[in-house]
């Protein structure tokens, strides 16, 4: 998440709120408006992976409109839409914001500009369009792909004496047993606390276990949640927990950055990541050798599904309508997405950029797979989903760990929000 959603929506919610940083910045502050000032609210331009980014940006700009000053306001991620809705409601703030892909954007598109005309040069050299897009209108240019591999240790995997990762899911937890026996380690990597976790869950199994007519359906708002194939995803995720897969105190450790840390420490063979951003194959690799990182497809749970890489527009910039000259707004945006600036967040953060020109060859094998995915992968399930029907999956995921709903309840909740919105 492509809804194709940071990733995702709410894993894209996890994904910044790790990354996010700054000072909050009430609606009134650091507004924009100005003929010859552009501001601009992210939770990325205080991060230091970032500044190379920002630079080349900025820079690409700069030969475009000389005069006008950028100003980037980065706000904490846990209070971002918090104080984006403010500006909203007062009708003023930021002329250009972050947004993460799916549900986040889809439900503020009255407050943005739509931007097809503005940047149509880059529509083709950029991927990851859909997740910024609703009723036909684009409202953001991608900056990154987000999406959710399955990582997998392959050291641990070596100790315990399996050559490859399997191909089903049987085969899948009677590798896990052995893992476990000879390397005293978990399956899983798991951390539900913020909620996450199931989106996480549900997009990278989902392709192994509904059939392609099903995973075409559910991205096109035709969800059947009683469906058997639904249900036996969220059968699965109560079963790693019930089973003893995933690490001790899934609903009270922190996917960001907690249940990446178990990984790359070794507690676990397996942990559901992230494309870009961090919990990825950069992050990883700093821990594990870069070459021990593998990255496999999910374990086929119903032979008539066909295993794909989850992914969709990550973040992307938006153009507010309450801007002064939205053209010029919308060069800011292009500047954020050009070639050079996005080559440079690669290189320095290890993000999976939306312009797929550029060269991973030299990231080692875990981005090269990735990357080689990309054409074949679908959207990711969650995003497709609303900011509030996400919202009610992680409380709701949280239950089923501990046993307090059942999931033939928890598919019905689910089902009715989606209804609604």
């Known amino acids: ?55 080349k940006a900025k820079a690409d700009f700069a030969k475009k409109h000389p005069g006008v000053q950028v100003e980037f306001v980065a706000q904490p991620f846990d209070q971002y839409y918090t104080l984006l809705g403010a500006a909203i409601q007062a009708g003023k703030g930021p002329d250009v914001v972050l947004f993460n892909g799916g549900g986040q954007i ?38 990154t792909l987000q999406g959710h591999p ?20 049987d085969e899948f937890v009677e590798n896990c047993g052995v893992i476990a026996e000879k390397t005293g380690t978990k ?13 996480f869950f549900l997009s990278a199994l989902g392709s192994a276990t509904l059939t392609a007519q099903e995973y075409d359906d559910w991205i096109a708002g035709k969800r059947d949640w009683t469906a058997p194939d639904v249900k036996r995803i969220f059968e699965l995720w109560k079963q790693t927990q019930d089973s ?42 700093e821990f594990l050798d870069a070459d021990k990182v593998g990255v496999m497809d999910a374990p086929v749970v119903n032979p008539a599904a066909t ?5 969709d527009g990550g973040i992307g910039y938006a153009v507010a309508k309450w801007t002064k000259d939205p053209k010029v707004a919308a060069d800011l945006v292009r500047s954020l997405t050009s070639t050079e600036a996005l ?49 009610l999956m992680g ?10 709903a059942s999931v033939d309840d928890v598919l019905a909740q689910l089902a009715a929000s989606d209804r609604t919105g």
Not at 379 to 391: E, F, G, Q, R, W
């Open 1 to 55: 998440m492509k809804q194709r959603t940071l990733w995702a929506a709410a894993l894209a919610a996890g994904l910044a709120l790790a990354a996010g940083c700054g000072s909050a910045a009430g609606p009134g502050s650091s507004s924009g408006g100005s003929g010859d000032k552009l501001v601009v609210w992210d939770w990325k331009s205080g991060d230091p992976k970032a500044a190379g980014y920002v630079e």
């Open 106 to 143: 889809r439900d503020r598109v009255d407050a943005l500009t739509p931007l097809d005309d503005l940047v149509s040069e880059d529509k083709q050299r950029l991927s990851g369009w859909d997740a910024f897009t609703k009723s036909g209108k684009v409202y953001a240019s991608p900056v």
């Open 150 to 169: 399955i990582y997998y240790n392959k050291a641990l995997y070596e100790k315990a004496g399996i050559s490859a990762p399997a191909k089903t899911w």
């Open 187 to 199: 399956c899983f990597s798991l951390g539900n606390k913020e909620g996450i976790g199931i989106q």
């Open 244 to 285: 003893g897969l995933n690490t001790d105190g899934a609903n009270s450790t922190a996917m960001f950055n907690d249940a990446f840390a178990a990984f790359q420490s070794g507690k676990a063979a397996h942990v559901i990541g992230l494309m870009s951003d961090i919990g990825h194959w950069k992050d990883f690799a």
């Open 307 to 311: 295993p794909s890489l989850p992914y």
């Open 343 to 391: 080559k440079a967040f690669y290189v320095d953060g290890g993000a999976i950029a939306s312009d797929t020109t550029i060269d991973v060859s030299e990231g080692g094998p875990a981005v090269k797979t990735i990357v080689g995915e990309v054409k074949s992968g679908k959207p990711a399930l969650h995003v497709a989903l609303s900011s509030k029907t996400i919202d």
């Open 395 to 404: 409380r709701l995921s949280q239950q089923l760990l501990s046993g307090s």
